[in-house]
């Protein structure tokens, strides 16, 4: 059984820090390309990064470009999104997703194999 394991979510004022953590099981890590995605209640599903199994391919949506970094560490079986700068706009439900196809599939699609259950941030004005 595959599952995705959203933490790191938090309340925090504007202009602050969180990391973002998404630990994978039933899956072999390395195999898929990974990516995190953000909802407000009421708008679409946001694609905000994705990265290729190796790393090598990383995608951002405008909107974190420069703020935030996403990361993984294949040998845990973990991915990262280290958000700096954080606004409120940044509000809402924060999701991990994993796709066989690629990190490009991912972000541009929004389609994905798995997904996990989501970790909520909130930012504070």
């Known amino acids: 059984q595959v599952q995705l394991v959203e933490s790191g979510g938090d309340l925090v004022q504007a202009g602050g820090s969180l990391r973002l953590s998404c630990t994978a099981s039933?899956?072999?890590?390395?195999?898929?390309?990974m990516g995190w995605f953000r909802q407000v209640p009421g708008k679409e599903r946001e694609g905000v990064s994705c990265i290729s199994w190796s790393a090598n391919a990383i995608y951002y949506a405008d909107s974190v470009k420069g703020r935030f970094t996403i990361s993984r560490d294949n040998a845990k079986n973990t991915l990262y999104l280290q958000m700096n700068s954080l606004s409120p706009e940044d509000t809402a439900m924060y999701y991990c997703a994993a796709d066989l196809i690629s990190s490009a599939h991912l972000c541009s699609s929004g389609t994905a194999n798995y997904w996990g259950q989501g970790t909520q941030v909130t930012v504070s004005s």
């Open positions: 039933g899956l072999t890590f390395d195999d898929y390309a």
